[in-house]
């Protein structure tokens, strides 16, 4: 997967790339709350079963942001590509979603 020109990767290499320089630890973190309408909406669904698309929507908007963070993270420390990429989430509260996503910030170059 490429984030705007930045390698980011799930697997501990990059196939055609070797790792050049490992740069460290790197993090994107944001917390979400689905403001009352949307807790209203999710409330409703919840009650006759199925996808409650209020909160997909905001689970993948919060994935995207946290992406970013430490896709901007790892260019502060002039990494040009993330390995070993994971998300992790957890509640805050009812209504308050954590999202984490870290891995390892390298400089890469094509074989």
């Known amino acids: 997967m490429e984030v705007s020109e930045f390698i980011v990767a799930s697997c501990n290499h ?4 070797e790792v050049l320089e490992n740069r460290g630890f ?3 973190l944001t917390v979400r709350s689905r403001g009352l309408g949307g807790q209203i909406g999710a409330g409703i669904r919840s009650v006759f079963g ?3 698309k209020e909160y997909v929507k905001m689970m993948e908007q919060t994935r995207d942001e946290a992406l970013n963070r430490m896709v901007d993270h790892a260019k502060q420390m002039d990494a040009n590509a993330i390995i ?3 998300f992790d989430s957890n509640d805050i509260s009812d209504i308050m979603q954590e999202i984490l996503a ?5 400089i890469v170059q094509k074989k």
């Open 102 to 106: 870290y891995g390892t910030a390298v």
């Open 84 to 86: 070993s990429v994971r």
């Open 26 to 28: 790197v993090y994107g």
């Open 50 to 52: 199925g996808e409650i």
């Open 14 to 17: 990059v196939p055609g790339y």
